[in-house]
T-cell receptor, first 116, second 112 residues
Framework: GAVVSQHPSRVICKSGTSVKIECRSLDFQATTMFWYRQFPKQSLMLMATSNEGSKATYEQGVEKDKFLINHASLTLSTLTVTSAHPEDSSFYIC????????????FGNGTRLTVT | DAKTTQPNSMESNEEEPVHLPCNHSTISGTDYIHWYRQLPSQGPEYVIHGLTSNVNNRMASLAIAEDRKSSTLILHRATLRDAAVYYCILSPGPNSGYALNFGKGTSLLVTP
């Protein structure tokens, strides 16, 4: 089945530093990938839509200069949390859908970010 | 976006069938009904999706009302491993450009 790999699974960083999270579709190509964020005991919130070869589309209230998204190939998207602060601590999850009709969305296993 | 309504939580005994309801009275004609589940500290997992007809796969069955204003996810024999939050989501279509917007879902507790 389709697999989305996300790395790292956990990261702890100091306030003010930047963290990069990678999302790879291992056995399919994905023109579009999606980044979500989930706070404890809450549902997933869509942050942005990542498009291969073009700029990402951010949801309202998500700062594009803070959450940098790069989708350089059909199998890789990265999310960089810049100048992280403790309030950015969260569970970040990426997802991708194969570029064919009727394909479901597949999710990575998430990255637990803790900013100290 | 068309919204869905699910019970906050449900409980089931192991090895018994589970029927998870979802109401979507404002569904449009092109909306697909998707079901995902999320185990603790993991990303969501695809369960099943459908448009009008009932659907079956190795994980579950999806029963869609004739007027499409509600659907039911059926787990035929619940196991402890099925304890998760189940999300019923509408999407304009299974094309690559559409994200899924998650609601609060139903937290399923399975007891031995």
């Amino acid at each position: 089945g389709a697999v989305v790999s996300q790395h790292p699974s956990r990261v702890i960083c100091k306030s003010g530093t930047s963290v990069k999270i990678e999302c790879r579709s291992l056995d399919f190509q994905a023109t579009t990938m999606f980044w979500y964020r989930q706070f404890p005991k809450q549902s997933l919130m869509l942050m942005a839509t990542s498009n291969e070869g073009s700029k990402a589309t951010y949801e309202q209230g998500v700062e594009k200069d803070k959450f940098l998204i790069n989708h350089a190939s059909l199998t890789l998207s990265t999310l960089t949390v810049t100048s992280a602060h403790p309030e950015d601590s969260s569970f970040y999850i990426c997802s991708a859908r194969a570029d064919r009709l009727n394909s479901p969305l597949h999710f990575g296993n998430g990255t637990r970010l803790t900013v100290t | 976006d068309a919204k869905t309504t699910q019970p906050n939580s449900m409980e089931s005994n192991e090895e018994e069938p589970v029927h998870l309801p979802c109401n979507h009275s404002t569904i449009s004609g092109t909306d697909y009904i998707h079901w995902y589940r999320q185990l603790p500290s993991q990303g969501p997992e695809y369960v099943i999706h459908g448009l009008t007809s009932n659907v079956n796969n190795r994980m579950a069955s999806l029963a869609i009302a004739e007027d499409r204003k509600s659907s039911t996810l059926i787990l035929h024999r619940a196991t402890l491993r099925d304890a998760a939050v189940y999300y019923c989501i509408l999407s304009p279509g299974p094309n690559s450009g559409y994200a899924l917007n998650f609601g609060k879902g139903t937290s399923l507790l399975v007891t031995p």
